[in-house]
């Protein structure tokens, strides 16, 4: 019975042990301000609302017509994914996301983020501010 009860103890520590790991990823790597310049839709921000992790951007370039974006993201082993609401509510991978320094700067081509975009070799560098 001791040994049992042992057995159960330890399955149930190595349960809460593999529960309390944090699954989603390392979306916190990306919390702040990121820019690429000074124009209008130059400026990403991710944060957390509502429970959620939250990518918001600009998708108009037009300074006089802006129009703010929230989009569920995902970060995890490097890689960078969003939800594209209304169209799914799967997470769609952003495979050109790379690190050129690690939590300070990364790169990703422009129609993978906007994606009224049809130039496919764009580019944008992206710093973090905050």
């Known amino acids: 019975m001791l040994r049992l009860l042992i057995c159960l103890f330890m399955a149930f520590a190595l349960l809460a042990i593999a529960c309390s790991k944090n699954d989603s990823g390392n979306e916190s790597l990306l919390y702040g301000t990121w820019i690429k310049g000074t124009q209008t839709g130059d400026t990403l921000w991710f944060l957390r609302k509502d429970g959620k992790n939250i990518m918001r951007s600009n998708q108009s370039f037009n300074p006089g017509l802006t129009s703010y974006k929230d989009e569920e993201y995902a970060f995890k082993n490097g890689k960078l994914s969003r939800v594209l609401a209304p169209v799914s509510s799967a997470f769609s991978h952003i495979d050109s996301f790379t ?18 975009m ?12 905050d």
């Not at 300070?104 to 994606?115: I, P, R, S, T």
């Open 118 to 129: 049809s130039s496919t070799l764009t580019k944008f560098t992206y710093t973090k501010v």
């Open 99 to 116: 690190w050129k320094q690690e939590g300070k700067e990364f790169e990703v081509l422009g129609y993978q983020l906007f994606l009224f």
